[in-house]
């Protein structure tokens, strides 16, 4: 049979079209996009997949007036450039498969400081360095200009640490006055710098309601009296701006209506104000069925199975060093035997199953924590090592963090059916778990190491100096110790070899997530590629919710840079950390420094932060130790862990711990609980900071006491929303009382501290519109009537006090 010609070429074509793939699907974007912060004039390149995660990307931005959007659509790359006029909270508008979405971006100006070092004789490099620069000495150089050396940095409104590096030798700033210990023996110069927007601009969340078919989320807005336009409120539903026609204003009132049938499930709702460059913090409100999170009843339509209630803003994690916790099975004891190795540095004998006989006792059910971090599991050595820095003690690998293999449980833990074991009774108690995991280097005896010696660094600098210990001054490269290689990611290998790992770990295990150690000596692609394969091999395959939190020392800029929807969910605040344990534990802290990098603390990662708040670790000497003055802030501890370790004589010490608790357990972030702060172990440095831990009979009736008062912050924690999903406002400070509040839109959660020894009163103001009439002690009930919008607080010595406002 003929066929005429426009049949053939027909046919061709359909076939050739047959024969090419399908395009790709390009999926619903299913992170939370988080806000971008900017300084104006200042380009910053971001990668999509650090905003959120795609099989796919397929982006195209709108234009904007006020940024400059530069897209590499084979990179990713993407380069905003906002205008040296720019200033406040913008949504940029975008594009991704069928969707339309809006990336909050937060454009800022810095401000100028200069730094001045008037030089001795004969000294003739200055080098200055600080919490801006993660301590980094080579860095900044310093110029000399008429008698002076000089620099000048731009800075963004917050409290700096900073020392200059005068010839290799560290020096305080001697015309600064303001000084803080810095833990290594010696002292850090302060420097404050204010924030150039003096008034105050608030968004106050207010209540919820339901009408008809909508919810209404209701705020009110404190700032100037201009009338505020609809142009200046930014009000997402997840990454999707609500529509102007469900916005209400009502003078200073602000209304968000939301329609319930898209309210299933569920959702999250953001709101801020910006108005002539001033922006409210961002108010996050989390939806389960059109209700706000733990408000007593749901949206009439929800069904069980669309009801979630759990999420790692309720987390408590606690924090084990399984061979420090509990011997469950004295059959796997094997301690090292060496002639130059002491009990503190051996193995002391705690294993999984010690872990899984308090788990079956109901122990940290008692407690209140719902996380288990574990230390790592990994096989170790069998050899005690000498540690690099003098005196050159031996040490083993009790802690888990020289590996020997990366698939095998250490045998002196157990097996990795007991872990497997321990996860599962963990998970049916409602718990999670999250392994640490150790990426950044091995022991020489692993055998990647062996097999492979090509994946790691070297050990040799070519100005003949080891690369040990060089934190920052080669942080992605440095060794920890001679015999702990750290591993080259520039190389594919290695690369593909460790992510691959932890993504086992999970597959095999079912744990929840990692703690990752030494984070800031591994470049940005390895938590990159480690997430990508998280999200698609765990998350969207399997639905399961995996967190990840780092360990990172250093600038506020250097661990966020970690912290996105691409890399970690969280990291270890240690700045904030410094800032609290200074303020509680010294006489000479101050609540309103405190109060000032609390609020630092919040205008970076925001009030609804995943970060880890810690009293100690076990990094870090224990709080006990300094609080009681056995160890000085100005005192380098380490020897201290050896010679003359503190213990507690002083019952203040006690009341101390107590206080603190009751600040780690309601402020924003995830509270991390260290084995032993319950009974208020106390310790120097590592590592008798990682003593047995002790229970039961062997427990005192004072550390009873402080277990009972941990366990009673805890259980409020889990049963006030407001202090696990609310904002905070700081309401007075003073040198040694802080007054704070904590806010969703189901109720508001006053704390009160008083670290000092003598009693103290504190009048606490709310703003009128609460129009609040008392406040109702948690802890003992009594009432406490409002003069006005006023309230008077007495506080015993080192007492915290918690009330709902009614």
Not at 99 to 126: D, M, S, W
Not at 244 to 249: A, E, G, K, M, T
Not at 485 to 498: C, G, H, I, R, V
Request: aromatic share 10%; net charge neutral; glycine share 6%.
């Amino acid at each position: 049979m003929p066929f005429c010609r426009s049949t053939v070429v027909a046919l061709a074509l359909c076939c050739l079209s047959a024969c090419q793939p399908p395009p790709p699907q390009v999926s619903a974007i299913r992170d939370l996009l988080q806000p971008i912060q900017l300084i104006a004039g200042k380009p910053d390149t971001l990668l999509l997949s650090d905003l959120f995660y795609a099989e796919t990307y397929s982006v195209q931005f709108e234009p904007n007036p006020l940024v400059q959007i530069s897209l590499d659509t084979v990179t990713h790359k993407l380069v905003l450039l906002p205008s040296e006029r720019a200033e406040g909270l913008m949504l940029l508008a975008f594009r991704h498969g069928n969707g339309t979405y809006q990336l909050p971006v937060f454009i800022k100006r810095l401000q100028t400081v200069v730094f001045r070092y008037e030089p001795k004789p004969n000294e003739t490099r200055v080098f200055l360095m600080g919490s801006f620069n993660s301590w980094n000495r080579a860095s900044l150089p310093m110029a000399l200009a008429n008698g002076a050396f000089e620099r000048t940095l731009s800075l963004d409104a917050g409290r700096y640490e900073y020392k200059f590096v005068v010839d290799g030798k560290e020096v305080i700033d001697e015309k600064n006055p303001i000084k803080q210990p810095n833990g290594f023996g010696g002292y850090n110069s302060i420097i404050e710098v204010k924030s150039q927007n003096a008034k105050r601009t608030y968004l106050h969340p207010i209540e919820s309601r339901v009408r008809n078919d909508m919810t209404e989320l209701h705020f009110i807005y404190e700032g100037d009296s201009t009338k505020i336009l609809a142009s200046e409120i930014i009000a997402l539903q997840a990454n999707q701006s609500v529509p102007l026609q469900q916005l209400q204003i009502v003078e200073n009132r602000i209304i968000v209506k939301l329609k319930q049938r898209d309210l299933v499930g569920e959702k999250v709702v953001r709101v801020a104000i910006s108005k002539g460059g001033n922006v409210t913090p961002m108010q996050t409100v989390y939806l389960l069925n059109g209700r706000p999170k733990g408000s007593k009843t749901t949206a009439p339509f929800a069904s069980k199975a669309m009801v979630k209630e759990w999420q790692w803003h309720d987390a408590v994690i606690y924090s084990i060093m399984i061979d420090r916790f509990a011997n469950g099975d004295t059959t796997n004891d094997r301690p090292v035997k060496h002639d130059s190795l002491f009990a503190p540095a051996n193995w002391n004998g705690g294993d999984l199953a010690g872990i899984i006989q308090k788990l079956d006792e109901g122990y940290f059910d008692s407690l209140g924590v719902n996380v288990l971090w574990l230390s790592p599991v990994n096989r170790s050595t069998d050899a005690a090592f000498r540690e690099y820095p003098p005196p050159h003690r031996y040490y083993t690998g009790y802690h888990g963090y020289w590996t020997t293999h990366h698939e095998e449980v250490e045998p002196r833990f157990g097996t990795m059916e007991d872990l497997k074991r321990l996860v599962a009774k963990a998970h049916a108690r409602g718990m999670k778990v999250l392994l640490d995991f150790v990426a950044n280097h091995t022991h020489v005896e692993h055998p990647f190491f062996k097999q492979n010696p090509d994946w790691f660094g070297t050990l040799n600098l070519p100005d003949g100096r080891k690369n040990l210990r060089l934190w920052d001054e080669y942080r992605l490269t440095t060794w920890f110790e001679p015999y702990l290689p750290s591993f080259d990611y520039s190389k594919p290998e290695p690369l593909k070899a460790m992510t691959d790992n932890a993504v086992w770990w999970l597959k095999q295990t079912g744990i929840d997530g990692f703690r990752h150690d030494a984070v800031k000596h591994i470049p940005n692609e390895f938590w990159r590629e480690l997430t990508r394969k998280i999200k698609s091999e765990i998350e969207i395959s399997q639905k399961r919710s995996v967190y990840q939190i780092g360990e990172t020392f250093g600038s506020y800029d250097l661990i966020k840079s970690y912290v996105n929807n691409g890399q970690l969910n969280a990291q270890f605040n240690f700045n904030l950390y410094d800032a609290a344990v200074y303020a509680f534990a010294s006489p000479l802290g101050d609540f309103t420094a405190l109060a000032g990098e609390l609020e630092r603390t919040h205008r970076i990662y925001g009030t609804s932060h995943l970060m880890g708040n810690l009293m100690d670790s076990h990094d870090k000497v224990r709080f006990p130790a300094l609080a009681e003055g056995d160890i000085r802030f100005d005192e380098n501890s380490a020897e201290r862990a050896w010679n003359n370790p503190p213990k507690i004589d002083d019952a203040k010490t006690y009341e101390k711990v107590k206080l603190y608790q009751a600040y780690l357990h309601t402020i924003p972030g995830i509270p991390v609980v260290y084995y032993g702060n319950e009974i208020a172990m106390t310790g120097a440095s590592d590592p008798d900071n990682r003593r047995m831990m002790h229970f039961g009979k062997d427990a005192t009736d004072t550390e009873k006491e402080v277990f009972a008062e941990v366990r009673r912050l805890i259980k409020l924690r889990n049963t006030h929303s407001a202090l696990r999903y609310g904002d905070f406002q700081t309401l007075a400070v003073s040198k040694d009382v802080l007054a704070y509040l904590r806010s969703d839109l189901n109720e508001r959660i006053l704390v009160v501290l008083n670290k000092s020894d003598t009693p103290q009163k504190m009048s606490v103001k709310f703003p009128s519109f609460y129009y609040a009439k008392n406040v109702q002690d948690l802890q003992t009930a009594e009432a406490l009537s409002l003069v006005g919008d006023e309230v008077g607080v007495s506080l015993a010595p080192f007492q915290a006090k918690m009330f709902k406002v009614d």
